[in-house]
């Protein structure tokens, strides 16, 4: 895996154990030459994780709309701030530049950044593998709630299956590299999607 997008929050949130766990992935990350592709912004765990991610000496790639630039929400110091008109080429851009996806602790945002892809995933519209960093089991409620969703047949249990679950970066990244080596090779001329 040579770039990895981690979706996480804005904010901080009240436990001091998730700006930790956003340290020490950007750290790993960094150790393991594991480029990080993010939403670019300077606060809450999302500045955290790319602070420590340049510091250990990674890349870091943020990926912003102008108009959030414009507010001032941008990290000045990330090796390239990738700016962009909307929040949909934002995500298209993110997509593009990674290899696999993973959700940190986050709300709404992180939420919608993981759903898109893992339901992009499931449509075959990509090939890349998604996991949930389940640090402290703070994804285990909303996975619940989706083996809850699969128990009534609105998400089949392979797809359920495929979303990569742990509760660290290492195992996270060994289940990731493991989806990544099953991916198809096309045949040759022809599209995966
Ligand atoms: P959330 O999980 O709701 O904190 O969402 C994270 C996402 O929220 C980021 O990818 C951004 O799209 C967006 N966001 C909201 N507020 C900010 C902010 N102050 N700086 C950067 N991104 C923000």
Redesign the pocket.
């Known amino acids: 895996m040579r770039r990895l997008a981690v ?5 901080n949130g009240h436990d001091p154990a998730h700006a930790e766990l956003a340290a020490s992935v950007g750290t790993e990350l960094a150790r393991r030459g594991i480029g990080v592709v993010y ?6 765990l ?1 500045g955290v994780m790319a602070d420590s991610a340049l510091k250990a000496g990674g890349e870091v790639i943020g990926v ?1 709309p102008r108009s ?1 630039v414009e507010r001032e ?1 941008a990290h000045e110091e990330v090796t390239e701030l990738v700016i962009c008109d909307s ?1 949909h080429e ?1 995500k298209a851009l993110m997509a593009e530049y990674a290899d696999a996806f993973v959700a940190l602790p ?6 919608e ?1 993981i759903f898109e892809v893992s339901s992009w995933r499931q449509l075959g519209f990509h090939t890349k593998p998604v996991g949930f960093l389940d640090a402290g089991g703070f994804w285990t409620p909303l996975l619940g709630a989706l083996r809850g969703i699969a128990d009534s047949g609105f998400l089949s249990a392979s797809t359920l299956e495929d979303l990569a679950i742990a509760p660290d970066l290492p195992g996270l990244l060994d289940v990731l590299d493991e989806r990544l080596r099953s991916i198809p090779q096309p045949a040759h001329g022809e599209s995966l999607r």
């Open positions: 979706f996480l929050a804005s904010s939403g670019g912004g300077r606060r809450g999302m912003m959030m929400w929040m934002r986050g709300g709404l945002g992180t939420l950044e």
